[in-house]
């Protein structure tokens, strides 16, 4: 008979991987945990919980924790858990720049252009003279094969009263 585990002590991405692209939950039987329907249900119940107290207090939640989450995320190769992390925020903060450029530079890993312009063109509707906006939309433009456009950005990049100095190195690479 299997022994109902506490949710709690779960260790993430060993026993328990949440996949918030295919919204699946995944447990890994190790040891007495095992991958019944009462566990499951234990499971389930948790990280609705968690879910239910996270959105509630998000507005309580420093910026800065939400980018280092979004950064560990990115460095575990988990740049759709991280995009979802920055989406929630972004959807709480929606004047935040930094957040849209973050979410840009997730879609930019993941070679989804289409997204990542949206995201660095939704940066630059908050401050439309913001040097470093630009420069990333130039990046996306040049990995996405538009060289003409990263140039004319990377050019309005040199043009802000807070240029972004990469994108003098950028331009030189095309």
Not at 148 to 169: H, M, N, T, Y
Request: charged share 25%; net charge neutral.
């Amino acid at each position: 008979m299997a022994i109902i585990f506490d949710p709690d002590l779960l260790i993430d991405g060993t026993e328990i991987v949440v996949n918030t692209t295919t919204k699946t939950v995944r447990l890994v039987a190790t040891g007495n945990l095992s991958t019944d329907g009462v566990t499951l249900k234990c499971v389930y119940s948790k990280l609705k919980e968690l879910w239910k107290i996270l959105k509630a207090n998000l507005s309580d939640v420093q910026v800065d924790q939400i980018y280092a989450l979004a950064d560990r995320l990115v460095k575990q190769g988990r740049n759709d858990d991280a995009l979802e992390v920055l989406s929630i925020a972004s959807s709480q903060f929606p004047g935040d720049a930094l957040l849209s450029k973050r979410i840009c530079g997730c879609h930019l890993e993941m070679k989804k252009y289409d997204s990542a312009e949206d995201a660095c063109l939704k940066a630059l509707a908050v401050n439309p003279n913001d040097g470093e906006a630009y420069n990333l939309l130039g990046i996306v433009y040049a990995q996405w094969q538009k060289p003409a456009r990263a140039l004319g950005e990377f050019d309005k990049a040199l043009r802000c009263s807070s240029p972004s100095q990469d994108a003098i190195l950028n331009k030189a690479r095309l």
